[in-house]
């Protein structure tokens, strides 16, 4: 949370005396055990994380890329697509209105980001997604984005790597943005049959219908440290259920502890880990057997099918002579 107070002289700048700003120049840490004031630029040092405890803020999508693949190499994709109101929905403002609100608030098109790029040398396709753009929830955009990249990597045979982060579908488009689910979905799947890597990262917040479709799908899935991740906000399961939730539930340590990710990987050691995977990764893709060809299923139906007794000719039948029927 950005501190929003400001020191200045009382005095005006006829007196002589000048005056010192310093909003936007301190953040509160989030994490209320610790509640230190920082310096932004001692948070951007430390990789948008507290000096003191480690926590990590927040950060858009460019920032997310800048932190995780290697400096001048990233070639964006798809960054022509635009979201319209297909719907023409109405509420409190209009979602033309929300846009418009994500586009100044992120300075983004949507909430994804997707690009081209390599990690210590390693050519890979990496998406970013930004909380500050309607809570990175998954539209028809975000979803068209998502896919293309997949499938854009699959071509190439590259990984692909996703920094996730949502608070679901985007209600706005309805039945639009659950769509996205399948389509994302449908890509990995392809990608996967080509015998290829993908990695998720899940930072804070990583809910809904994101972490029940692409989020959830990779290889290997890596939480940042205190990042809420899950389906439904835990109010919601304990109303539901009426039963109290553990303490920490549906945080990255909690997921970890109950095998529903693979590991938890602080902010400045994450760009190291994903190297590592990587190369892994391409050190075993030679030693494992490629798939066996499907054969045609019209060809396969045909070899199961049983061989068809051969058709007997009119004539022939005729010819053969009746048997002859015994005298009592």
């Known amino acids: 949370m950005a501190l929003t107070g400001r020191r ?30 920082l310096f932004v630029g001692d948070i951007e040092r430390h990789h948008d994380c507290c000096k003191d405890c480690g926590y990590h803020f927040r950060v858009g999508s460019r920032r997310r890329a800048e932190l995780t693949v290697d400096p001048g190499s990233w070639v964006e994709l798809f960054d022509h697509l ?16 929300s846009i418009e609100e994500g586009i100044a608030k992120s300075g983004e098109k949507e909430a994804v980001i997707c690009g081209e790029s390599t990690l210590e040398g390693r050519p890979l396709v990496f998406c970013a997604m930004d909380f500050q753009f309607i809570g990175a929830s998954m539209g028809s955009v975000v979803g068209e ?18 920094s996730c982060c949502s608070g679901g579908a985007r209600m706005q488009e309805g039945a639009l943005s659950l769509m996205q689910m399948v389509k994302t979905s449908a890509a ?3 990608h996967n049959e080509a015998g290829l890597p993908y990695i998720t990262i899940l930072t804070d917040p990583t809910l809904a219908g994101v972490s029940a479709s692409f989020a959830f799908l990779a290889d290997v899935i890596i939480g940042e440290p205190g990042a809420m991740i899950g389906f439904t906000g835990a109010r919601v399961i304990e109303q539901t259920i ?37 190369g892994y990764a391409e050190r075993t893709a030679g030693k494992s057997a490629p798939p066996p060809e499907r054969e045609p299923a019209v060809a396969a139906v045909a070899r ?14 005729a010819a053969k002579p009746k048997p002859a029927r015994k005298k009592r």
């Open 8 to 37: 200045a002289a009382t005095e005006s700048r006829a007196s002589g005396r000048r005056n010192v700003q310093t909003e936007s120049q301190f953040r509160k840490c989030g994490n209320a055990e610790c509640g230190a004031t």
């Open 82 to 97: 635009e979201t319209i109101d297909p719907l023409q929905f109405s509420g409190r403002k209009s979602y033309l209105q």
């Open 145 to 162: 984005k998502i896919a293309r990249a997949i499938e854009h990597a699959t071509e190439r045979r590259w990984p692909v790597v996703i």
């Open 188 to 190: 990995l799947q392809r």
């Open 242 to 278: 009426k039963v109290k939730l553990p303490e920490g539930f549906q945080t990255a340590e909690f997921l970890l502890k109950y095998g529903q990710i693979d590991m938890v990987v602080p902010r400045k050691d994450m760009k190291g880990t994903l190297a590592r995977i990587l």
């Open 304 to 317: 199961k099918a049983p061989a068809a007794a051969p058709a007997r000719s009119p004539k022939a039948s």
